[in-house]
């Protein structure tokens, strides 16, 4: 078991333009989905929340500037990449775009090489370990790519579903995710778990991580779930 595929949302409204974008995207290995107009994606994005957003400005509707905005308001949603699209090319456009949140803009018609070497960056500022990134908290050490745990320099001998969860934990220390969104990242949206198991396999990575000595790093944060730090 690897480490699970960034989650891409492609909103485009141009059934051509969505399926090359959504083809791409699935071969460098994305889980994509995708939205035709701003209603569909900001209800897509409430119901399971991508790594990533690769937003069309020119939407029926809801137009892709103001779900940008309202995205980008939301606690919940602030820290998902944006990467916008937009056939205006004028300098106001793209400040307008980047000052209403997006986090990269880009003309059509644009060079989908670009795109993808673009997404790429931002997920790997949002999801290291998904590019193979070493991750590093305190004294532990994951290299996804080599599928190794260190702790104090002490080789740690993880399961594939201990490892995933330590993996998420790593690459976003301190947030607290719920048992839900566990079960949701770690064993996949459609395979039924019962949440109690959340609860024995993070008993199984604390036991592991500590087993030489050393502080339980990931700490129970009452009534939502668990943290890393």
């Known amino acids: 078991m690897t480490v699970d595929a960034p989650r891409v949302l492609v909103v485009e409204d141009e059934p051509a333009q969505r399926e090359v974008l959504a083809y791409n995207l699935t071969a460098e290995g994305y889980e994509v989905s995708s939205a035709q107009n701003g209603d569909e994606a900001l209800l897509l994005v409430a119901e399971d929340a991508p790594d990533l957003i690769v937003l069309d400005w020119m939407l029926p509707g809801v137009s892709g500037i103001e779900v940008c905005r309202r995205l980008k308001i939301r606690t919940e949603t602030r820290a998902t990449p944006i990467i916008m699209l937009s056939a205006r090319s004028e300098e106001v456009?793209?400040?307008?775009?980047?000052?209403?949140?997006?986090?990269d803009?880009?003309?059509?018609?644009?060079?989908?090489v670009e795109l993808m070497a673009r997404v790429r960056a931002?997920?790997?500022?949002?999801?290291?370990?998904?590019?193979?990134?070493?991750l590093e908290f305190e004294d532990i050490t994951l290299d996804p790519e080599t599928h190794r745990v260190q702790r104090a320099g002490?080789?740690?001998?993880?399961?594939?579903?201990?490892?995933?969860?330590l993996t998420m934990f790593m690459e976003k220390p301190g947030r607290v995710w719920s048992r839900e969104q566990l079960l949701d990242r770690v064993w996949g949206r459609d395979v039924y778990v019962d949440t109690r198991t959340v609860d024995v396999h993070i008993g199984r990575l604390r036991k592991v991580l500590c087993q030489y000595g050393g502080d339980n790093p990931v700490r129970t944060v009452r009534g939502a779930g668990y943290a890393l730090g």
């Open 154 to 165: 002490a080789d740690v001998k993880l399961g594939p579903t201990e490892f995933r969860l």
């Open 105 to 112: 803009y880009m003309v059509k018609p644009y060079s989908v």
């Open 93 to 103: 456009d793209k400040v307008r775009g980047l000052e209403t949140g997006a986090d």
């Open 122 to 134: 931002q997920l790997r500022r949002i999801r290291p370990a998904a590019v193979g990134t070493r």
